[in-house]
């Protein structure tokens, strides 16, 4: 039973770390894209502070489960 949940565990823990790349690479490349636009517009705006958010939020998870890509 224990094998299975820490199989469970993971898993799970792989997810979250794709998730977290995934994110940063979301997030890098619109504020690329935001710095070099003349006039930003709002809904860009937006979007990269969500996306932003997504990230610190899910690196949080990461620390409080003690999970690392190294």
């Known amino acids: 039973m224990k094998k299975v949940k820490d199989l469970k565990k993971k898993a799970m ?3 979250l770390l794709n998730k977290i790349f ?3 690479d979301e997030w890098t490349n619109l504020e690329s894209i935001m710095s070099r636009s ?3 517009s709002e809904e860009g705006q ?3 502070a969500i996306s932003k958010a997504k990230y610190l939020y899910l690196i949080r998870e990461a620390k ?3 999970i690392s890509a190294l």
Request: charged content about 40%; overall charge negative; proline content about 7%.
């Open 64 to 66: 409080i489960r003690n």
């Open 13 to 15: 823990d792989q997810e």
């Open 38 to 40: 003349v006039e930003p």
């Open 22 to 24: 995934t994110l940063k």
């Open 46 to 48: 937006y979007e990269l």
